[in-house]
């Protein structure tokens, strides 16, 4: 008689799986930290990737668009007002209702003339900006226009400039203009002009308002500003 002798032969498979699942462990290591090296690398070469995925400001058509910031220029005869808000916020919290976010950059002389700059996006970034505008128009007294041109190239070719996220509205007694980091020097048609998250609002309810004879430029920047404050969550 013949005798079968059966075997077990289970250990000897699970040992197998256990090995080829502890070396598929350790190949998926090797290639997550390859990876994650090369990330690295890529973050150190370009600073513009680090910033789009840790910037809390959100984009739209490749311009910052700044939370919790409204300022609005009008030019009506003859005179020109810049307004904006107060508000310094930290992610979602309020931290100072009354901040100047509109500064005055006097001209050579007695006169009381100078130019207007209001400024939205990182405080910081946008007082070195002013403080640049500012050599740019003793360079160039009297040129507003040249001194944001200027301005604006080294704001775009310079490799530490180009890294401040902020947008500025400058206006003196004959122009107002808007600057982007994107290199853009910008000139209204109707010399209304606006930036921050806010801004939509108060331009269309400016352009609305700007018709009416009675409304001085103060008159229609306020009640600008009134309209975007009801809108604007920010």
């Not at 310094?88 to 001209?107: F, H, Y």
């Not at 130019?115 to 970034?125: K, P, Q, R």
């Not at 806010?198 to 309810?205: I, N, Q």
């Amino acid at each position: 008689e013949s005798v079968t002798e059966e075997k077990n032969i289970w250990p000897l498979h699970s040992e197998k799986i256990l090995l080829l699942l502890i070396q598929y462990s350790i190949c998926l290591i090797i290639l997550s930290k390859a990876n994650m090296n090369s990330l690295a690398r890529a973050f150190i070469r370009n600073p513009v990737i680090c910033r789009s995925f840790h910037s809390t400001t959100a984009t739209l058509g490749g311009n910052n668009q700044y939370h919790g910031t409204t300022i609005v220029c009008v030019r009506k005869n003859g005179k020109v007002c810049m307004m904006g808000d107060g508000m310094v916020s930290m992610g979602a919290m309020m931290v100072k209702p009354n901040a100047k976010k509109i500064r005055l950059i006097p001209a050579k002389g007695d006169d009381g003339s100078g130019t207007i700059v209001g400024f939205a996006g990182s405080t910081a970034d946008a007082f070195t900006l002013v403080e640049r505008l500012e050599s740019k128009l003793e360079e160039h007294p009297g040129q507003l226009a040249r001194s944001c041109v200027e301005l604006a190239k080294g704001w775009r070719t310079d490799k530490y400039l180009r890294r401040l996220e902020a947008s500025l509205l400058v206006a003196d007694e004959y122009v107002s203009l808007e600057l982007t980091g994107n290199g853009d020097v910008l000139e209204s048609s109707d010399g209304i002009l606006g930036v921050g998250s806010g801004s939509p609002y108060a331009l269309a309810a400016a352009r609305a308002l700007i018709d009416i004879e009675e409304l001085s430029a103060e008159d229609v920047a306020h009640r600008a500003m009134k309209v975007a404050a009801n809108m604007c969550i920010y």
